[in-house]
T-cell receptor, first 113, second 112 residues
Framework: DQQVKQNSPSLSVQEGRISILNCDYTNSMFDYFLWYKKYPAEGPTFLISISSIKDKNEDGRFTVFLNKSAKHLSLHIVPSQPGDSAVYFCAARVAQSGYALNFGKGTSLLVTP | SAVISQKPSRDICQRGTSLTIQCQVDSQVTMMFWYRQQPGQSLTLIATANQGSEATYESGFVIDKFPISRPNLTFSTLTVSNMSPEDSSIYLC?????????FGPGTRLTVT
């Protein structure tokens, strides 16, 4: 069963505006969450992560928010740039269960000029 | 992060044949992982490959179908055996440890 869900397969945002990508999870044992960006014909590129003991992590234009009670996390990109157009994957892991990352199906972001 | 390369980048194979995918890393790493992304699906871990020990397979994946070698700390291979059209996927190797994992460019396999 899909433990990490990205319910929006696609998102279109104007350049300069905020992009918000959402991710929900069902496994309360997840303790580490990651976002990856993937361009066509390339492998996923690590973007940003957050531990379950935090509720926010920021790196430049990228901020990840974690709401454990709602089992929800989001990635904010501000300001959005055309080069941000890619597929974004949310992933999660349970540290005590090894190293397997559970991925969502991805959200395709299109940033228009 | 490590630089990871994979060969081949893509291939078209006939059912019943086998394909070996190579993964090369530019630095020594303890843990290497093999993932699969079927069309329209998320990435799924196939197995974890540690140098000097047998690979550890995830539920639903078996060694006879996906044998893995890990001869040293910079290289691994994944073989997709006795292929069927359902094996058509992108196969990715990754490296990492307790937290982030970094991915190679992937091998796009089509089985006809």
């Amino acid at each position: 069963d899909q433990q990490v869900k990205q319910n929006s397969p696609s998102l279109s945002v104007q350049e300069g505006r905020i992009s918000i990508l959402n991710c929900d999870y069902t496994n309360s044992m997840f303790d580490y969450f990651l976002w990856y960006k993937k361009y066509p014909a390339e492998g996923p590129t690590f973007l940003i992560s957050i531990s379950s003991i935090k509720d926010k992590n920021e790196d430049g234009r990228f901020t990840v928010f974690l709401n454990k009670s709602a089992k929800h996390l989001s990635l904010h990109i501000v300001p959005s740039q055309p080069g941000d157009s890619a597929v974004y994957f949310c992933a999660a892991r349970v540290a005590q269960s090894g190293y397997a990352l559970n991925f969502g199906k991805g959200t395709s972001l299109l940033v228009t000029p | 992060s490590a630089v990871i390369s994979q060969k081949p980048s893509r291939d078209i194979c006939q059912r019943g044949t086998s394909l070996t995918i190579q993964c090369q890393v530019d630095s020594q790493v303890t843990m290497m992982f093999w993932y699969r992304q079927q069309p329209g699906q998320s990435l799924t871990l196939i197995a974890t490959a540690n140098q000097g020990s047998e690979a550890t397979y995830e539920s639903g994946f078996v060694i006879d179908k996906f044998p893995i070698s890990r001869p040293n700390l910079t290289f691994s291979t994944l073989t997709v055996s006795n292929m069927s059209p359902e094996d058509s996927s992108i196969y990715l190797c990754s490296v990492g440890g307790n937290y982030e994992q970094y991915f190679g460019p992937g091998t796009r396999l089509t089985v006809t």
